[in-house]
């Protein structure tokens, strides 16, 4: 699914072979100096050499998986669950609650990735209910648990409103592979399906695919893409800001490459980027999204803290929790690191990412259909 963002090998002339990561080009061209833009240049198809280009576009063109968010949501956190409700499950067959119990679920909460901050919360606050509330039996103890991790999650349901300018212009970072580009083409998709205008902004100057994933991806949904052969990720978005002006488009999703915390002059490189976008749009960038990969557990939280740093990070979004036992590290950024969450992803179809909710992504944790998770 979604085969046409996924990386392809790369081509010998491509600009990744020539600029490794932690390379930044050697001559940024100043901003008046910048080469024309190549609005757009749209490869074809046997330029990009898609592994399986017909179904792809089917898959494109389909409004929505058949399945619902909450079923597609349920199945992509199954190994988180499975992790959490299933080691949940052998405990909470015990009958009572006692000390050993509440120990056993602890690890099990460090395990699913909650973190030591979240684990001893969640711990303690149970530790009060058991004695105020009277808990007994297991079942109790389980809703008790939904209930304190909901109102942990809950202060991170804060969806993006992108009303408030035009345009309204989103810059997405993170590290390498974390889901940047797929990203963009889903959430272009999304506020197009909010029947606002998108513009993209090539920025990952250091991967050549990404800039062509991103150009296939405007041409086949009929979205602007500003790219440059090359060149400087600042000038890029710099003239994408001026474009998306010029032609009143709503929303502006501004790649950039991946780069690690500890590349410190690609941090610098980054903060750049944010500068000359403001320098764009004095009031911009109006939202600056760090894209995580969920499989990174509690690592996702020195991210947060070195891409804040450099760039101010206002949202997060979340990626590849189906494919991982970690979603609990949700719950250590909302305890360690609390930044909005705007967007959680469970697959790699066009559809997979949507606003993040807490209750359904408790109910998703510890399925409904148990008997948990259901209490306000
Ligand atoms: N299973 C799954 N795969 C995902 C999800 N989001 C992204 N991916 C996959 O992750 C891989 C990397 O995604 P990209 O969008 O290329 O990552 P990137 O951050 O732009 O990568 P760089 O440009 O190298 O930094 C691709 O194969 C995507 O299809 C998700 O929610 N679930």
Redesign the pocket.
């Known amino acids: 699914m979604?085969?046409f963002?996924?990386?392809k090998p790369a081509k010998p002339d491509a600009v990744e072979d020539k600029a490794q990561?932690g390379e930044i080009p050697a001559a940024e061209p100043a901003l008046d100096q910048a080469e024309p833009i190549a609005e757009a240049v749209r490869p074809t198809e046997a330029d990009l050499d898609f592994e399986t280009p017909a179904p792809v576009a089917a898959e494109i063109a389909k409004p929505a998986a058949k399945r619902s968010w909450s079923e597609r949501l349920k199945a992509?956190l199954s190994r988180t669950r499975q992790q959490l409700g299933g080691g949940l499950a052998s405990l909470f067959g015990r009958r009572k609650i006692d000390e050993e119990l509440l120990e056993e679920l602890e690890a099990t909460l460090l395990m699913a990735d909650c973190g030591v901050e979240a684990t001893q919360h969640l711990l303690g606050e149970l530790r009060k209910r058991w004695k105020r509330d009277r808990l007994e039996t297991a079942d109790q103890l389980q809703k008790a648990l939904a209930d304190e991790l909901h109102a942990i999650l809950l202060p991170l349901e804060e969806p993006l409103d992108v009303s408030g300018h035009s345009p309204y212009i989103i810059m997405i970072a993170?590290?390498?592979?974390?889901?940047?580009?797929?990203?963009?083409g889903k959430l272009a998709k999304y506020f197009q399906g909010q029947g606002r205008s998108v513009l993209l902004a090539a920025g990952?100057t250091?991967?050549a695919?990404?800039r062509e994933?991103l150009m296939t991806w405007g041409e086949r949904n009929n979205v602007t893409v500003i790219a440059q052969d090359g060149g400087d990720s600042a000038a890029v978005i710099f003239d994408a800001i001026n474009a998306a002006k010029a032609r009143r488009i709503d929303v502006v999703l501004a790649?950039t490459?991946?780069?690690l915390p500890t590349q410190l002059h690609l941090m610098d490189e980054i903060a750049k980027v944010k500068r000359v976008i403001a320098k764009a749009s004095p009031t911009g960038p109006h939202e600056v999204l760090l894209?995580l990969?969920a499989n990174i557990g509690q690592n996702a939280l020195a991210q947060v803290k070195a891409f804040d740093n450099a760039i101010g990070v206002t949202g997060l979004v979340v990626?590849?929790?189906?494919?991982t036992a970690k979603g609990g590290v949700v719950a250590a950024i909302a305890r360690q690191y609390p930044r909005p969450l705007r967007f959680i992803?469970?697959?790699?179809g066009i559809d997979?990412?949507q606003p993040f909710k807490a209750r359904e992504f408790v109910d998703a944790l510890f399925d409904t259909n148990n008997g948990a998770g259901s209490a306000a």
């Open positions: 979604f085969g963002l996924r990386k990561p992509g993170g590290v390498n592979g974390s889901g940047k580009t797929t990203s963009i990952d250091f991967r695919a990404a994933q790649d490459a991946g780069r894209v990969d990626t590849k929790l189906d494919g992803g469970v697959g790699e997979d990412l």
